[in-house]
Every structure is written in C-alpha cells, then in structure tokens.
C-alpha cells in the first residue's frame, strides 16, 4: 500500500497554497494525503487532492489575555488527541506543517509520539508556531534565504527549497512577459488581510491618471465587498474599463496577462509574482505579525522586480506618481519582469516533496 502523508495547514490561502501544491505532487509520486486544517481552510481547499479532511481542535490568543490563552490551551489540547485518534486509525509516515494555529494539534501529536515532521515556513521570518516546533521537527525546510527571528541552530539546518506553487502558477514560469503595447492590464490583489487600503487608494489613484492612459488601462481589481460599488463609481467616472470583484479564482490566467501588479507582500503574492515574472507595486501589511511581508517585499525589491510603498509613506499622488512612472515605461516593466523571475524557485514543491520522502519513515 502507498505511504500516507498528513499534511497540516493554517487557513489562509498563504498556507493552504503551497500546502495544495506539495500535495499534488506527493499524489502525482503515489502518496495518499489527508489535510489537516480548520474551517477557514475548507475555503481554500475546494482543490485540494486529499481522500481524507481532519477538523482538527484549534485555537489561538493575545498576549496579555488570560483566559482566551487558557480556552486556547484547551482547544489545542483537544485538538492533539483528534490529531492521535487519527493518526492511530491512519498511521501516516511524515507530517507536514505550513504554520498557522490549525497546524500545531497535528504537529505536536507527531511529535508525541516519535514520527517524523517536516516545517516549511512561507515567509521570510519564521512565524510563531513555526518558530515553536523548528527545534523539534525533524526537518525544517524555508522559502527565502533569510530566516529572521529563527534561533541560530535553526537556522542553520533550514533548508531553502522555496515556495510551492500551484501548477497552473508554476506553468506562468515558461511564459515570457509581453511589455504593454496599446492596452495596459493592471492586476490588484489584496490578500486575505489588510486590503481596505487598496480597495479604496487605488481607483483613486488610477483615477489621477493622465486621460490618454486611462483610456488604455484594463482594470481588475479584488475589493473588499464594502468598497466594489464606490471602487466601480471612481472607474466609471475616471472612464477606465474594470472589472471588480471580493475574489479572483483564476490568478493564473489573470497573472498570464497582467502587465502590472499591485498587491500585498504575502509569501504566496511574492514567490508567484516572481515565478510568473511580473514586475509589481508591493504594499507590505503594516500590522503583520512580525512585519514579516516587508522582509518577503525586500527579495523581489532587491531582485528589481518590485516597487516597495510602505504604508506611512503611500498616499493618492505618491501611488499615482509611481503606476504613471511605470505604465508609460514599458522597457523598465520588461527589466522588471526579469528581475522578478531572476527571483524564482519554480521547482519548489518538487523540492519539498523530495525533502518530505527523504524524511519520511
């Protein structure tokens, strides 16, 4: 019978992608694989090529809260013995984790009882419960050649394999860039967190746009469901073609003919964008864990495939200054499309995958 992997996930889609595309490959190498993961996940997971869900017991709290560390501290408790039932019943031979709070039941009940684990951290500093079970796990795998907030001796043993991508993103890599000619495709992305900023700055941003680019531009941007009809309004008067909507489930055909991006700074965003070599306009989260999305933004940054804004520093004219310097530069947007494919690990689930049965039992 095939080897069986759990593979442990938070519920974003930041965690579930290359969750997803490890998974494909594992299956496509003769592995069985069930995903362990909370109901956020199950968003994220309509693809997911498991035989198997577990709904496992999680949950996480503030510091400096008390009683919701001690309801944590219970429902992670219930969750491991969840995670040992299963594993009784499944006998998996290595488990995976991605991070995020729905990952640690999984994770510490593997290591309970003495089977092998591999981590893989998205981002380019260690997140929280990665950095808990890193000392622990039998093999820590990362996606940047930086690893801040990781402890030395971890540090030292992680190995950059990069980030999974989906397959139909990991195809965009054969595809070259084509620099705009008459009509320029701008792609607006948010991330799961944080996208109010943009919902609301860029239409008018775009909307400050001299009138002969404007009447050029192909919008679609992801809004939040609060922000469509005023973003819709401000396109509508400013006379731009667009398209808005709260999700995009096919990025990749999006991503394929997008001459511009704009989005957040998440591990997903950054290595896509440099997998499908797509010069960008990044807006790192101000308040994500860590600042962690401005150290994913610095790779591309420093490969020349990005422009970084900060938050404190972005404003309507700053925004509009920067998208009219590029949209009207098509040779800097083609050295920048370079430069974000420079950046790439196209064959980062492979890597995984390969390290994942090198582990396993």
């Not at 997911?48 to 001690?70: C, N």
């Amino acid at each position: 019978m095939s080897k069986l992997v759990v593979v442990a996930a938070g519920g974003t889609g930041g965690h579930l992608f290359p969750a997803q595309a490890l998974a494909e490959v594992l299956k496509a190498r003769g592995w069985r694989v069930v995903l362990a993961t909370d109901e956020r996940g199950a968003l994220y997971a309509d693809k997911f090529p498991v035989e198997e869900r577990l709904a496992l017991s999680a949950a996480t709290a503030k510091a400096g809260d008390p009683i919701g560390m001690v309801k944590a501290g219970v429902a992670v408790f219930q969750g491991v013995m969840q995670a040992k039932a299963a594993f009784k019943r499944l006998d998996p031979a290595v488990v995976v984790g991605f991070g995020g709070y729905p990952a640690l039941p999984a994770l510490l009940a593997a290591l309970i009882e003495g089977r092998p684990t591999v981590i893989h951290e998205q981002n380019a500093v260690l997140g929280r419960v990665n950095r808990f079970l890193a000392p622990r796990a039998t093999q820590v795998a990362c996606a940047f050649p930086t690893l801040e907030k990781a402890k030395p001796a971890v540090k030292a043993r992680a190995q950059v394999v990069g980030n999974p991508v989906r397959p139909e993103i990991r195809a965009l890599h054969d595809v070259p860039y084509l620099p705009p000619e008459v009509q320029l495709r701008l792609l607006v992305t948010g991330g799961s967190q944080g996208a109010r900023l943009l919902s609301e700055l860029v239409p008018e941003a775009i909307a400050k746009l001299p009138e002969e680019m404007r009447g050029r531009l192909k919008v679609q941007q992801q809004s939040r469901a609060e922000s469509m009809e005023n973003a819709r309004r401000i396109y509508r008067n400013a006379m731009v073609d667009c398209e808005v909507a709260p999700f995009f489930r096919d990025m990749a055909g999006r991503l394929r003919q997008a001459h511009l991006v704009i989005g957040r700074a998440g591990a997903s965003t950054c290595c896509e964008l440099a997998v499908a070599g797509r010069p960008s306009i990044l807006v790192p989260l101000k308040i994500a864990a860590d600042d962690h999305q401005r150290f994913n933004a610095r790779l591309l940054e420093q490969a020349g495939g990005a422009a970084v804004c900060l938050e404190d520093e972005l404003t309507v004219d700053a925004l509009a200054g920067a998208l009219n310097a590029l949209l009207k530069d098509p040779e800097r947007l083609a050295r920048m499309a370079a430069g974000a494919r420079s950046a790439a690990t196209p064959d980062a689930a492979g890597r995984l995958a390969d390290l994942v049965e090198k582990t396993a039992r």
